[in-house]
């Protein structure tokens, strides 16, 4: 969960002091984001220890990344109008999402995997899916001694089987926030990022079911 902080009996002079220490951000600095939770464990912090369920097996590559600005996944304005950027830690948003989905289907049992590429058809994988980020953002507003985050996301994701060469599609979009917290810290950014990502796999997952070696609406 996003950690939030109440600070009381702070003076005006130790306010103001915080406010100038923490508040100010000169334009252009930079931030890196990681949009995968840390192994082992889901966005909330707990350790996920799942087997593997009998199924297909699934390959997850690289989204393209559809955004004007594919480094940027967001931003941090302070009340005076400085500006601090979150960045991608990897460099590549498509690539990181790739993994944060394949991450998410291993912990609800499927067995998938990430690739960096579309494994060849002599013993690959059974379905391959892919998608496309249209909206990847979160941004921190800080107003008197409080910091507002807001998350957005919509990927299309598709999966295709190797059985039949058939294909489905889907797009999902979802917000979240997190209001009033005083201490912010960039791993507060990752983690709302990271759940409102999570809901565009979760949709994708309640929504279709295995046919055989082969993934279909529900």
């Not at 130790?14 to 930079?30: H, P, R, W």
């Not at 199924?55 to 997850?60: E, I, K, W």
């Not at 790739?98 to 609800?108: I, N």
């Amino acid at each position: 969960m996003i950690r939030q902080h109440v600070v009381r009996g702070l003076s005006a002079p130790v306010a103001v002091g915080l406010l100038l220490l923490f508040g100010c951000s000169g334009k252009g600095d930079i931030i890196p984001m990681n949009l995968t939770p840390k192994a082992g464990k889901d966005v909330g912090g707990s350790v996920q220890v799942v087997k593997a369920m009998p199924g297909p097996r699934v390959a997850v590559i690289p989204f393209e990344d559809a955004r004007a600005d594919r480094a940027k996944v967001g931003s941090r304005t302070s009340m005076w109008g400085g500006e601090t950027d979150f960045n991608v830690s990897s460099g590549s948003a498509g690539e990181e999402t790739a993994q944060a989905f394949a991450d998410y289907l291993k912990r609800k049992g499927w067995q998938a995997q990430y690739a960096k590429a579309i494994p060849a058809a002599e013993n690959g994988p059974d379905i391959v899916l892919s998608g496309k980020i249209l909206e990847l953002a979160v941004d921190a507003k800080r107003g008197f001694l409080l910091t507002d985050i807001e998350a957005r996301t919509k990927l299309v994701i598709q999966a295709k089987n190797r059985e039949d060469e058939s294909s489905i599609v889907r797009t999902d979009a979802h917000s979240g926030n997190h209001d009033n917290v005083f201490w912010f810290d960039p791993q507060d950014g990752e983690d709302i990022l990271s759940e409102v990502l999570e809901k565009n796999f979760e949709r994708f997952v309640v929504n279709t079911r295995f046919e055989d070696r082969s993934i279909r609406f529900r």
